[in-house]
């Protein structure tokens, strides 16, 4: 087992592989090292940390090594995407957690102990997702899991509300956040891990959502923190996440929704996306927001191809399929 600190109060797993954590960097700046230390500062030891460089041309990586000593550094030549970058790392591990942490989310020093003392008090989940707080802002939300509408829009739970909701409990919903998540391993490679055409943005919804229709379920754990910086390498709202995120928006609905909710949710997924395009517009990203979209139904014929795959491993009803998800107008018109 790697021991990056020598404490009496640590915590260290039982089991020779029991956790594991990965973390894609590309161009994070500041933010790795702040991201490192405080996996340091863990109370539970991980077994195994993978830091994953996507051809980084900044100085993030510079004295990685100084701020946690047991890491294991894996060099892409050139950026494959978040979700490329987490299949390399997830062949190379063993243990029966995986753990997914952004660089520019800085974890609370208890952040995995509780991770691991809620799924040991419920084994009836398989991921589980983090309390992500604003990092400009901790009196504010960043997130507590991923919402999935039956339009096939989705977005971070309670983002920009107040953080100090107090009394809160570990709650089910639809997918995690894989800016700081934990998964089953053996179901992350059941799965066949992130779906690399996404390359990044929704990757980790569809990942969720393919983890459902196994039957797998989400807890999100309150007590779990992290402090969340969001896109601090590719700027929000950027082209790139717009371009990134309605294409694979198209491609996720296409290739998980399920007869018979895909015809029946059609109209609302289509309209979405007509009504996103009419938004972006007037950001001035209507013609990335159009590019985005012709690029998802060109290139739909390979996402057609894995929707028989998925749903012929469907193993959840329908119904109970439905009822994970968010529905209703008014929920979509405000994040739209």
């Known amino acids: 087992m790697i021991n990056c600190k020598n404490s009496d109060e640590t915590l260290v797993a039982d089991s020779c592989l029991?956790?594991?954590?990965?973390?894609?960097?590309?161009?994070?700046?500041?933010?790795?090292?702040?991201?490192?230390?405080?996996?340091?500062?863990?109370?539970?030891?991980?077994?195994?940390?993978?830091l994953v460089d996507n051809g980084?041309?900044?100085?993030?990586?510079?004295?990685?090594?100084?701020?946690?000593?047991?890491?294991?550094?894996?060099?892409?030549a050139d950026n494959?995407?978040?979700?490329?970058?987490?299949?390399?790392?997830?062949?190379?591990?063993?243990?029966?957690?995986?753990?997914?942490?952004?660089?520019?989310?800085?974890?609370?020093?208890?952040?995995?102990?509780?991770?691991?003392?809620v799924a040991e008090e419920h084994p009836d989940f398989d991921s589980f997702t983090c309390k992500m707080l604003?990092?400009?802002?901790?009196?504010?939300?960043?997130?507590?899991?991923?919402?999935?509408?039956?339009?096939?829009?989705?977005w971070r739970?309670?983002?920009?509300l107040d953080s100090n909701i107090g009394n809160e409990s570990a709650t089910e919903c639809f997918s995690p956040c894989a800016a700081a998540a934990m998964y089953h391993t053996d179901i992350l490679k059941q799965v066949g891990g992130f779906d690399e055409r996404f390359f990044c943005y929704f990757e980790d919804v569809d990942l969720g959502f393919r983890l459902r229709l196994m039957g797998y379920r989400c807890?999100?754990?309150?007590?779990?923190?992290?402090?969340?910086?969001?896109?601090a390498t590719t700027a929000k709202r950027s082209d790139f996440s717009v371009y990134y995120g309605h294409r694979n928006m198209v491609w996720t609905y296409v290739k998980n929704m399920p007869w018979p909710l895909f015809w029946f949710y059609l109209p609302q997924h289509i309209l979405v996306n007509i009504v996103s395009i009419f938004v972006l517009a007037l950001r001035g990203q209507g013609r990335v927001a159009l590019r985005a979209k012709y690029d998802a139904i060109r290139e739909i014929r390979p996402v057609l191809q894995d929707r028989r795959v998925v749903q012929k491993n469907r193993r959840v009803r329908v119904m109970d399929l439905r009822d994970s998800m968010t529905k209703g107008f008014a929920m979509l018109l405000k994040r739209v």
């Open 219 to 231: 807890l999100y754990v309150p007590q779990a923190i992290v402090a969340h910086a969001g896109s």
């Open 80 to 117: 494959l995407g978040f979700a490329a970058a987490n299949n390399i790392a997830l062949e190379r591990i063993d243990s029966c957690w995986t753990v997914l942490l952004n660089p520019d989310a800085v974890p609370e020093p208890d952040w995995l102990e509780k991770l691991i003392k």
């Open 56 to 76: 980084s041309t900044d100085s993030s990586l510079a004295g990685v090594e100084d701020v946690l000593p047991c890491l294991e550094i894996i060099h892409n």
């Open 18 to 50: 029991f956790l594991s954590i990965i973390i894609v960097n590309w161009n994070s700046g500041d933010w790795l090292k702040k991201c490192l230390q405080g996996v340091a500062e863990q109370t539970l030891i991980p077994d195994r940390v993978l």
């Open 134 to 154: 604003d990092a400009a802002n901790h009196e504010r939300l960043d997130g507590t899991g991923d919402a999935y509408h039956t339009s096939g829009h989705a």
């Open 157 to 160: 739970h309670g983002y920009g």
